[in-house]
């Protein structure tokens, strides 16, 4: 096992080549860290920036064998990495944070909303379902309309389907591919906030100012931060955090996203064990970002400072959007992050402009 905190010239391993690990990397070299990328893909965004890169499954032994070789200590860019290959790795002594816990928890939503409950943190009333008769029975026992959705993968909108009537909530299981779900009750929300939190290996916990989110189509659009909120409304998304991030012994960056509801009350929607859309706008925001924070986490370094410096409208960029990169690199307070990603299909996350305000 390494000793931490990892000196400037140890080698950080990351599960996924996609924008997020390529942040990841970036920032990881700004510290001094190496990075050794294991990606499907050999022409990916965080493989192109890295300084090792393994090409292979995340499920292949002899590219995970390579990755171990190479590295001080490892984490992932994205939660639908194989619960089995973070095992795997953990066997041979290979220290991964967040830890498989985290994995376990985020991957299924099922457990995630138990695991939360069981730590004091609401959510909507949900019940899970494995055939087209209990998806009936969940429907009529949360009451209809209610939100059926896998229980394991799906992301931006996917693998999600709304039923209006319990009756049809058969037929919408076999639509989502006859798997286990969950139905979750509707949520009444005045808006949806995230919360940025990071957890390093002391214990000691940093949290960002929360963000204020927008979607369309199933996406996120844009996230405003700091978001206006009351010191009530600040108090309890930290103390959320705080719960979740100590009750998974958890090392590392989280995102939590949440429901503010109309009483005052906030819920959480869910939870990812990673840096997280919504944090983006901490580049340009923050002293110290999302990703910076994660790396010295998982290094065993001490946390940066998390307070806002500045206000940020940070703007996904979607599809063919990114070709307007010239006009946006002209505007003096925008700041542009492209992914290098060579195809720009419709409604893909290309990049992500953060349009920096002075604080109020």
Known sequence: MPSFPLAP?????????????????????RLGFDVAILERDAD???????????????????????????TDVVTYEFENVPASSVEWLAARGVDVAPGPRALAVAQDRVNEKTFLNGRGVATVAFAAAD??????????RIGAPALMKTRREGYDGKGQRWV??????????????????????????????????ARGRDGEIAVYPLGENH?????????????????????????????????LQY????????????????????????VHNTGHWTQDGCEVDQFEQHI??????????????????????????????????????????????RDAKPGRKMGHVNKVRPLD
């Open 131 to 140: 055939s087209s008769a209990s998806a009936v029975e969940a429907v009529e």
């Open 215 to 247: 979607h369309e189509n199933g996406v996120l659009r844009r996230t405003i931060a700091p978001a206006q909120a009351s010191q009530g409304l600040k108090d309890q998304a930290e103390k959320i955090a705080r719960q979740v991030l100590d009750g």
């Open 296 to 341: 010295r986490a998982v290094a065993g370094w001490p946390l940066g400072p998390s307070q806002a410096r500045s206000r940020v409208e940070m703007l996904n960029l979607l599809g063919e959007e990114a070709g307007q990169w010239r006009r946006l690199a002209a505007e003096p307070d925008a700041r542009l992050h492209l992914y290098g990603k």
């Open 9 to 29: 010239g140890s080698t950080i391993g990351i599960l996924g080549g996609g924008q997020l690990g390529r942040m990841l990397a970036l920032a990881a070299a």
């Open 251 to 274: 090392v590392g960056v989280i995102g939590i996203e949440l429901f503010e509801m109309k009483d005052g009350r906030l819920l959480v929607n869910e939870i990812a064990p990673r």
């Open 164 to 197: 209006e009537h319990a009756p049809d909530a058969a037929r919408i299981f076999e639509a989502l591919g006859s798997v286990p779900v969950i139905v979750e009750a509707p949520a009444d929300f005045v808006r949806e906030l995230s919360i940025i939190a």
């Open 44 to 70: 990916s965004p965080a493989g192109r920036s890295a300084t090792h890169l393994i090409v292979g499954g995340y499920d292949d032994e002899t590219a995970l064998a390579r990755l171990a070789e190479l």
